[in-house]
């Protein structure tokens, strides 16, 4: 199966490698290039805990003067990959999220309580999910690191277009739902909207599906859950169906 890779670089090459290992071929084409913002020195001065909700917050703070005090600190990270990553960085001290903003709600709650101290959040300019929102009536003091700005593409590369257009590109992988808000607004900007209906969506959530409903795709699987791991479980299932279309 040829699959379409949108994500940024930073994290579509371990990705790219899982599935070319698996025999499919692959095109990766960033939606989104990853800008890093200046964090002050003293950004965590009298944190309690940090919570980061994306591998590129993490790289992103680790390029600024913060990151050996931060590593100090406990860290909640969305789930699996922002936690591996976490510890690789030198974290010891990473509570595993369940892969989304909301599950993160309850667990910051029960830390601030814990700490009893503010709680940081490093994230990206942009998010899905207003976490700040959803603690603040629980009385959490909840800060916000913002360490990077995801820019979106204002156009497809040349080689990908031909790709969608030629019907060679069977299935699109998509990890967030700004990401699949930008593959359909470029669809439709090039002329690629009929394409797009003959196209496979492999989708992290029900959310980044809803995205490129306007589409029309005939093909959508939502992954079982908002991880890597579960990304590629469905890539092999709908491998034979998708490939011979």
């Keep these: 199966m040829h699959v379409l890779i949108t994500r940024p670089e930073s994290d579509a090459a371990a990705l790219r490698g899982e599935l070319e290992a698996l025999g499919h071929t692959v095109t990766v084409e960033p939606l989104l290039t990853i800008r890093v913002l200046p964090v002050a020195a003293d950004a965590v001065e009298g944190i309690a805990a940090l919570v980061a909700t994306s591998r ?23 789930g699996p990959g922002t936690a591996s990553l976490a510890q690789e960085f030198g974290f010891t001290r990473v ?26 959040h490093v994230r990206g300019k942009d998010v899905a999910f207003d ?3 959803a603690v603040q009536s629980q009385s959490v003091d909840l800060r916000e690191i913002v360490s ?28 967030s739902p700004r990401t699949g808000s930008i593959f359909s607004r470029l669809a439709r900007a090039e002329g690629l909207s009929k394409a797009a209906q003959s196209l496979g969506f492999l989708c992290l959530s029900p959310a980044v599906a809803a995205t490129v409903e ?16 579960a990304m590629l479980a469905a890539v092999t299932r709908v491998a034979t169906l998708w490939s011979g279309v």
């Design 56 to 78: 590129n917050a993490l790289r992103a703070l680790a390029e600024g003067p913060a990151f050996d005090a931060a590593k100090q600190l406990p860290l909640i990270a969305v």
């Design 95 to 120: 509570t595993v999220g369940k892969g989304t903003g909301a599950d993160l709600v309850p667990v910051i709650v029960a830390t601030a309580r814990k700490l009893g101290g503010p709680i940081a």
């Design 131 to 133: 976490l700040h929102g």
């Design 148 to 175: 990077y700005e995801a820019v979106a593409a204002d156009r497809f590369q040349p080689a990908t277009r031909d790709l969608i257009a030629s019907g060679v590109v069977n299935a699109v992988i998509l990890m």
């Design 214 to 229: 306007p589409l029309g795709p005939a093909r959508v699987e939502i992954a079982e859950s908002p991880d890597a791991t």
